[in-house]
């Protein structure tokens, strides 16, 4: 009985030490298909980055490109935010990276070349931006330095890509042996004890979650933003809109507490109520202007064929108290008939009219030039799969108190103003428009000015 006591606790104890040497070994296979699932994984994610990295790259010279041949500030602000998603493609690959001595050697010199190219990059548009004068032949003469550079970063990119396809499939062969294996673990343990199988279980069904989550999170993102955009473009209007009856309130009671207590306020309290109704009416001024551009925004006209003078008589009708007031003399060329949205290029000629007669000399009456002619795209510098393209150029010059050339890209910006309020009244919105309508109807917009001689704004709508 004894003896058969001993053989059993021996054999219970060569049970468990079994059990538990097979449970580690269990695990650790799972350990090891796991990491080696995650080295697959990050293999895939360093190749995507690669790739990347190496759009964006080109990306930041053809935007970088386009600004110099054209001048066009919106190739500069791709141009930045391509040459900051390179570096954050860069930072990315050195993360998930960083244990291979290989790909740190690699990135780093990387780095280098990037620097370079992009100071080179960056050197000539502070150039251009220092003289805004076509950089064309300093664009010919980069060629050689940027081909040696594009050439010893495609290189070093091709370097990365190679070893991590090398490292790509060494760990593949390494999961798919694990992948193999696995199963024949997994029914050796799920036979020995229940508690493995329902250990393994867990594992795994964690990690599916884990996956699962992260889809429906990627879904989810993509769907909001496409969202995004259209409740971003609608912001504005609904914001304004909702802001005009309180508004209204403020001004009439404003209004009634003016007309029925004013001989009962102060000096100061009159003062006060003053301010009060000269705030509200700048407040109700600004909303009436964001909504114009809420309508730019989000109208969806058709396109028809118009004769632009027509809509121009219109405005004139529309401003002719203001017109006389100030004795401007307008002088108007024969204007084309173009396919147009009607109600835009209408607010278009009537903020451009309105901002020279409001920038007018102080004592001297306004003196419009309204002008129409064909141009082509080589004088507007685009690139060259547009340079065969016709446009209309229509320009309104003034006689008014004119701006620093500088500025004549910020004032097309929303919110954007070269005075104070006191000096001139105003929200900043005006001309926002008017870049906005041009845009849409895939034209250009520019503005020339002196100070004290005047302005001449260049509209260029498609033929």
């Known amino acids: 009985m004894r003896r058969n006591a001993v053989y059993n606790t021996i054999a219970f104890i060569l049970s468990v030490t079994i059990l538990i040497n097979i449970s580690i070994l269990a695990y650790n296979r799972i350990q090891n298909l796991v990491n080696s699932s995650e080295k697959v994984e990050h293999t895939y994610q360093t190749l995507l980055y690669v790739e990347e990295m190496f759009t964006n790259l080109r990306s930041a010279v053809n935007a970088q490109r386009g ?26 690959t050195d993360s998930i990276t960083s244990d291979n001595p290989i790909q740190t050697h690699n990135l780093d010199t990387l780095r280098q070349l990037l620097d370079q190219r992009f100071a080179n990059l960056d050197s000539l548009v502070a150039v251009y931006q220092a003289t805004y004068t076509p950089t064309s032949t300093v664009f010919r003469g980069d060629i050689s330095y940027d081909r040696k550079t594009t050439e010893l970063l495609l290189a070093k990119l091709r370097s990365i ?71 971003l473009e609608q912001f ?48 109700k001024q600004l909303i009436e202007d964001l909504l114009s551009f809420s309508r730019i925004v989000n109208q969806n006209q058709s396109f028809v064929s118009t004769d632009l003078n027509l809509l121009l008589k219109q405005v004139l009708e529309d401003l002719s108290e203001p017109i006389q007031q100030q004795q401007a003399q307008i002088s108007i060329d024969k204007l084309p008939t173009l396919r147009v949205q009607p109600v835009q290029i209408q607010q278009l000629f009537q903020n451009l009219l309105l901002n020279s007669l409001k920038y007018a000399k102080p004592g001297v009456p306004p003196i419009i030039q309204i002008s129409s002619q064909i141009s082509n795209s080589q004088e507007l510098n685009l690139s060259e799969n547009m340079i065969s393209r016709s446009f209309y150029k229509i320009q309104i010059a003034d006689n008014g108190i004119g701006f620093e050339q500088e500025y004549a890209e910020k004032i097309f910006t929303i919110f954007q103003r070269l005075h104070t309020q006191e000096e001139y009244k105003g929200t900043g919105v005006g001309l926002a428009v008017c870049k906005r309508v041009v845009t849409n109807h895939g034209g250009y917009i520019q503005a020339i000015s002196t100070p004290a001689q005047g302005a001449i704004f260049s509209i260029y709508l498609p033929a």
């Open 67 to 92: 600004y110099l041949l054209s001048g066009d500030s919106l190739h500069l602000i791709n141009y930045h935010q391509y040459k900051k998603d390179t570096y954050s493609k860069l930072h990315q």
């Open 236 to 283: 504005a209007y609904v914001a304004s809109h909702d802001l005009q009856e309180p508004l209204r309130k403020i001004m009439t009671f404003g209004s009634m507490l003016k007309t029925k207590q004013k001989d009962k306020l102060d000096q100061e309290g009159n003062r006060t109520l003053d301010t009060i109704m000269d705030l509200s009416r700048r407040m």
């Open 161 to 231: 890509r190679a070893h991590e396809q090398k490292l790509k499939e060494e760990r593949t062969l390494i999961k798919n042996a694990s992948e193999a294996a696995a199963p024949v673990f997994l029914l050796i343990l799920a036979i020995i004890t229940l508690f493995l199988l329902i250990f393994s279980f867990l594992i795994l069904n964690k990690e599916l979650r884990r996956r699962l989550a992260t889809q429906i999170e990627l879904e989810l993102k993509v769907e909001a933003l496409n969202r995004s955009n259209q409740e």
